[in-house]
């Protein structure tokens, strides 16, 4: 134990409160001991602190802060340096607002595109998402602020988040869905981890005692502190029994009467709940003594180029036909499009940032002389209703001007917490409004924004793509700077474009509609399913267009990695981001045809050739042997892929590695689904034979439980909760056809019945939940009973704790 006096001087009360949370932000303080209260603030892309009462959604205002592009965008700079110096400046302004633990990055895989927040997750791919969130850590905890990985683990949908089991074999879980959290744990030094709301293999993440214990905490060797997800944690004994050591936000003192009746019996011993303490008290400890004397101050103008700095750089170029980018000084353009003037730069939900300053293209552009702006016309309505009279006015903008700069892409209910999309489409109104503007111009530049990949079919209507993603803040002047060639372009994609959505591998399973989510595709999403099946793809992953071109040369590989050339062949300066992959082909263990394994972002100019070096380490050749429970190395003569995408290998090397481990029983021989050119179509019986165990029943048929999604109110047997249900369909519906999610009815719209009683500050007890579960169910005398009861029980001992504590 690090604070074996501080806990030997706490009382059962006090230990029982602290691992429970204050208000909605904070923990408890306990001034006798000097024990400090400590902050808590969603953060991946900039501080949510917010000014008045707390809220989990930011439906109350934040303070100010600098907006930096999302996690989705900076992944396509490819760039750990530029994810550190984010970071730094995340910790900076974390510090200057009294902020402890910023929460954040989110890690969790693009399983599909529809996921309603893949806006704030980085990658499909483990080893790219580990290495940029290992960086942002490194970045914010070198200002004495905990970063706080999320949200282990398997979190891959938004519907009904918080009432949903993912059922994921072992081999897939181990080498997709924790890659990312063992490189931000082991490289980043990550000192705080947030668990998922989800279920995994039928238990919560946050008493998930194989995820928590056994991977996190023993194999990992982990010794930072677990938080829930705000109003995530189902049975806090159990999470304190797993080491999770905040419930957060306030559950009221439900959960502490809860942990002492487990001691009391005999269900929680004092050692476990001491060691859930200690973890904390290091935390908080740590954390506020880091912030005595800090500046509250931090360089607002600085901090904004640095968002504009890294929008340039996050920036995918997709399409420059004819070389059409970069503009001339001179050039008359059209600017079409309402993002142009009310730019679409970062995701709805807890993420949304209070900016310090808003850049729009149009005010950027205004500004300088570089280009002549001709007409300009909003062009389409953001909500999506038809406007002829806009689309009017900017088709006859289009016929004034040498070039169209047009700007669109995903409006606000597309992306957002608690809400996945329906499809990969564009709204209609800009699509038809694209298809006006290339009748009357055929010099069209798109200018996208939006955190997920899309259908685009439609590209052939423009000369060139250039593809922002969510650039923060500064979004306007960063693709300014790229249009008129100030940047040159170096983003690369960090997830791949298929065709169509009927294309990815999880479109069977995508979202689930049962209890549970079953994680059939196994290893193959993303690039290792396209590569392995052999399905075209709009835009692969790694791929982005420069101004200049790379040559590659001279591959050689050993033991320790690969080395190669890289020249600059072009005439302007750039950026390349080399990309090293793995294949072994005859593989006995089935596995994706080539895995991404390093990467590097090399700046070159014109002319100039520089040698590179990708190192290998302990996970380039692994996979999870299921058999040995162990991790194990097949030997073979893998292939060492060098490339510029995952589609565009430029150099191959043979490389001999010997084998570590025995073999697999699930190999290719005895799974022959995974090579029928049909992976996503894995039959019952061979998903069990790769699961290990029976698929659990995931249907609605028997009675709601507390644990079911509020939205099964539909199913209930009670007519008035079926009403309640409706109210909820109608504001949902309602704030669908204003083009702007309701994050209120999102969240409650999803979550469990117990997430009442976690999420309304002991005002809802755990025994008045019961009691609405009754009254769903159709038990209304006795359900009315307990709640009634509950409540002015509840009450009661609410004031008696709070009275002992004060006392103390």
């Known amino acids: 134990m690090k604070h074996k006096d501080i806990l030997d001087q706490m009382t059962l009360i006090e230990k029982a409160a602290i691992v429970g949370g204050q208000g909605e932000w904070q923990t408890w303080p306990i001034p006798r001991l000097n024990i400090p209260s400590m902050y808590c603030s969603d953060g991946p892309h900039g501080i949510r602190k917010q000014a008045g009462a707390g809220d989990h959604l930011g439906l109350n205002e934040s303070l100010k802060a600098t907006c930096f592009p999302t996690a989705a965008t900076v992944a396509n700079s490819w760039d750990v340096a530029l994810g550190e110096k984010i970071g730094r400046a995340l910790g900076e302004e974390a510090m200057a607002e009294d902020v402890h633990i910023l929460l954040g990055p989110g890690m969790n895989m693009k399983r599909s595109p529809l996921c309603g927040r893949n806006f704030e997750y980085f990658s499909e791919d483990p080893h790219l998402a580990g290495k940029m969130a290992a960086a942002y850590v490194r970045g914010i905890q070198s200002k004495g602020v905990r970063s706080c990985i999320k949200h282990f683990a398997v979190n891959s949908q938004e519907e009904r988040r918080m009432a949903m089991d993912a059922v994921v074999d072992e081999r897939t879980l181990r080498e997709i869905y924790l890659t990312a959290f063992e490189i931000a744990i082991k490289e980043g030094k990550a000192k705080a981890l947030m668990t998922s709301y989800n279920e995994v293999n039928g238990e919560y993440a946050n008493e998930n005692a194989h995820l928590l214990l056994d991977i996190l905490r023993g194999e990992w060797g982990y010794d930072g502190m677990v938080v829930t997800d705000w109003g995530g944690s189902n049975d806090h004994v159990k999470g304190i029994k797993c080491r999770s050591n905040l ?114 293209f149009i005010e950027i552009a205004q500004e ?184 590659y040369t001279d591959l050689k590989v050993n033991a320790e990695g690969a080395t190669f050339k890289i020249i600059n062949t072009g005439k302007l300066d750039g950026a390349e981001i080399a990309q090293l992959y793995i294949s072994l082909p005859g593989a006995e263990v089935f596995r994706p045809e080539k895995e991404l394994k390093g990467f590097a972002k090399v700046f070159l100019k014109a002319g100039e050739t520089k040698t590179v070096t990708i190192a290998f380490n302990d996970m380039t050749f692994r996979y999870w042997n299921v058999e040995d429970e162990a991790w194990a190395v097949e030997g073979g003569i893998y292939k060492i892929l060098v490339g510029s995408s995952s589609a565009d290998i430029r150099l191959a090397a043979d490389l001999s590695v010997a084998g570590v481990g025995s073999g697999n029983p699930y190999d290719r021989k005895k799974v022959p689904a995974y090579y029928s050119g049909d992976i996503t179509r894995v039959p019952d019986g061979q998903f069990e034979t790769i699961l290990g165990r029976p698929i659990p029943d995931g249907s609605w048929t028997r009675d709601l439980t507390e644990n079911d999604a509020i939205c099964q109110l539909k199913n209930s047997k009670s007519w008035i909760c079926r009403r309640v249900y409706g109210v909820l369909e109608r504001k949902k519906k309602k704030a669908e056809a204003a083009g702007k999610p309701d994050l209120n009815v999102l969240f409650i719209y999803n979550m469990p019945f117990r997430a009442i009683g976690k999420m309304t500050g002991g005002a809802v007890s755990q025994e008045m939940v019961e009691g609405m579960v009754k009254v769903v169910n159709g038990h209304f005398f006795g359900g009315i009973g307990t709640v009634i009861g509950g409540y002015f029980r509840n009450g009661r001992l609410n004031k008696a704790y709070e009275k002992s504590l004060k006392k103390q």
Request: hydrophobic fraction near 40%; glycine fraction near 10%; charge should be negative.
């Open 247 to 360: 419930e957060m936000p306030n559950p009221g003192l439900d959960s502490a009467r809860q942990v002492i009746a487990a001691i009391e019996n005999g269900t929680l011993t004092k050692a476990e709940l001491d060691l859930c303490v200690d973890d904390l008290l290091d935390a908080i400890l740590e954390t506020t003594q880091a912030a005595k004397g800090h500046s509250t101050e931090f360089d607002i103008e600085g901090h904004h180029a640095l968002a504009r700095e890294a929008a340039a750089q996050c920036a995918v170029l997709l399409k420059n036909e004819g070389k059409i980018l970069p503009l001339a000084e001179g050039t008359k353009v059209a600017v079409i499009g309402d993002f142009a003037f009310k730019p679409r730069y970062q995701g709805a939900g807890s993420s949304m940032v209070n900016t310090t300053k808003l850049e729009s």
């Open 368 to 551: 300088s002389s570089a280009l002549e702006i001709v007409a300009s016309s909003a062009g389409y309505q953001r909500n999506g209703d038809p406007d002829e009279a806009l689309k009017n006015e900017a088709v006859e903008a289009a016929k004034q001007a040498d070039v169209v700069l047009y700007f669109f892409g995903l409006d606000e209910m597309s992306e957002s917490e608690g809400l996945d999309r329906q499809h990969m489409k564009l709204p209609k109104v800009q699509l038809e409004l694209l298809k006006a503007l290339a009748g009357a111009n055929p010099n069209i530049v798109g200018i996208l924004s939006g955190g997920s990949s899309i259908e685009m079919d439609w590209d052939t209507d423009l000369k060139a793509v250039l593809h922002g993603y969510l650039t923060g803040q500064a979004g306007g002047g960063a693709v300014y700077d790229i249009i008129t060639g100030a940047v040159n372009p170096s983003g690369k994609l960090a997830e791949t474009y298929p065709v169509a959505y009927e294309d990815t591998p999880a479109f069977n399973y995508y979202p689930a509609k049962e209890r549970t989510s079953e994680y059939r595709e196994g290893l193959y999403i993303g690039y290792r399913y396209f590569d392995t099946a052999h399905v075209p793809v709009k835009y692969p992953f790694g791929y982005g267009l420069s101004y200049t071109k790379f040559e």
